[in-house]
């Protein structure tokens, strides 16, 4: 029998984290394949989340994957954790270093590629991904995009827009 209640509950892992392992003025946790354990459980719970959320047959993300990838666990704006002593991630982003591909042969040369941005329903469209949209690239540059839904990609194609037009601005 399939348990409904927790098919439908989300659980946001608290974590207890020193702001020496944060980035981007601690509003992201960088997690990579030798990142604590508990760092990479909640990464992979958020890629649970979305596979789930887009009907996928598996999660897009491994806690011992072999591709390299930079994760970044999103860290709650607001601090509520904080008042239990710990932070709170309302979500997760997977960057992955690739280069696409079409019936085996690479489309283009190697880069940095968004994979999949996840937060929690609650949260969404509030600024938060706007705000780190910037970070991420000045950390990886002009980087691609594999964003699962429409939602996100009319996102990232207005991010780049945006980020065009500041450039000719003094």
Known sequence: MIDIYN???IECPSLDV?????VNEGKLIEVTSSS?????EAVARFAGYIAA?????????KVDGAVPYRA??????????MLLGKNIPIGACLFR????????????????WC???WLHPFV??????????????????????????????????????KQRGSRGRT
């Open 7 to 9: 098919h439908y509950t």
């Open 18 to 22: 020193d702001q020496n392992q944060t």
């Open 36 to 40: 604590r354990i508990e760092y990479r």
């Open 53 to 61: 959320e887009f009907e996928y047959g598996f999660p897009p993300f």
């Open 72 to 81: 970044f666990l999103i860290l709650d704006p607001w601090n509520q954790g």
């Open 97 to 112: 270093w690739t280069a696409p591909e079409k019936n085996g042969f690479p489309t283009e040369s190697e880069r940095w």
């Open 115 to 117: 994979i999949w941005v």
């Open 124 to 161: 969404r469209r509030r600024g938060i991904l706007s705000s780190l949209w910037p970070y991420f690239h000045q950390r990886f540059g002009e980087f691609g995009d594999h964003l699962p839904n429409e939602a996100m990609q009319a996102f990232h194609r207005q991010a780049k827009r």
